[in-house]
């Protein structure tokens, strides 16, 4: 099979005015919830794209936002990815555990709440012109709070 490049981890903590709302909030806006957003990173200030589609070609990051959870002292964020084919990670703040098949990863990120701002907790992923194309599922846990089969797609 052959060997894809590197997904290199952002540890983008962008202003979350990116992905902030209004400041009130009905009983349903402070649910807790988690969505991705794609970035254009190609200018000095990041900005948030329509869907969960990019191509790898573009300078783009995708952003697993988590949003309406409690925000302890340390934190930890953890992000099961199942990408469509075999794939290689790179984080230098998070933990990674390969499944045997090589498609899967389990990234655990330790957040203090230093980094975490306007309670809005934010990870981006890089993607490089080699990795796969295809949907990718992303499972993702704050604390014990537990968000199910988040998708995007990369495109050629």
């Not at 925000?71 to 990408?83: F, S, V, Y």
Request: proline content about 4%; some cysteine; hydrophobic content about 40%.
């Amino acid at each position: 099979m052959n060997q894809y490049s590197l997904i290199t981890l952002i540890a983008c903590f962008l202003s979350a005015s990116v992905m902030a709302s209004g400041n009130t909030q009905t009983s349903e806006e402070t649910r807790p919830v988690a969505f991705l957003q794609v970035l254009d990173t190609s200018a000095t200030q990041p900005k948030p794209m329509e869907g969960n589609r990019f191509s790898r070609k573009d300078k783009r990051q995708l952003c697993v936002v988590v949003r309406n959870v409690e925000i302890q002292e340390n934190n930890q964020l953890i992000e099961n990815i199942k990408a469509p084919a075999k794939i290689t990670m790179e984080a230098n703040n998070a933990r990674l555990i390969a499944d045997t098949d090589g498609k899967g990863y389990r990234a655990v990120f330790e957040i203090p709440r230093t980094e975490i701002k306007n309670d809005v907790v934010l990870q981006c992923w890089e993607f490089g012109k080699q990795d796969p194309v295809g949907e990718y599922h992303v499972d993702v846990q704050f604390n014990n709070v537990v968000f199910k089969n988040l998708k995007f797609e990369v495109l050629p």
